[in-house]
């Protein structure tokens, strides 16, 4: 699966809170937008998406899914970044 063909995102962005610093990945604590826990790249930011029926989400992600995925970088280039996130 190459991660240049990351799928649109459904649920649009609310917003996205950086990790500082970013953290190691272990457990629990995993990227979940990426590939279903096969990354293991370092977490930089919480985003939050809005599901249909109004509830919000909280995703963890590495950088590679936040410079590389169309949302994101369009969320980013509209509204930069929300306030750090605790990790």
């Given at each position: 699966m190459s991660h240049s063909a990351a799928?649109?995102?459904?649920?649009?962005?609310?917003?996205?809170?950086?990790y500082i610093?970013?953290?190691e990945q272990h457990g629990t604590v995993i990227c979940s937008m990426a590939t279903s826990g096969?990354?293991?790249?370092?977490?930089?930011?919480e985003v939050r998406t809005e599901f249909r029926d109004g509830s919000v989400h909280h995703w963890r992600v590495c950088?590679?899914?936040l410079?590389?995925?169309?949302?994101?970088?369009?969320?980013i280039e509209?509204?930069?970044f929300q306030e750090p996130a605790a990790s």
């Open positions: 799928r649109e995102m459904r649920s649009p962005i609310l917003s996205i809170h950086p610093p970013a953290f096969e990354c293991d790249k370092k977490l930089v930011a950088g590679e899914w410079t590389t995925h169309p949302s994101a970088i369009a969320h509209a509204n930069g």
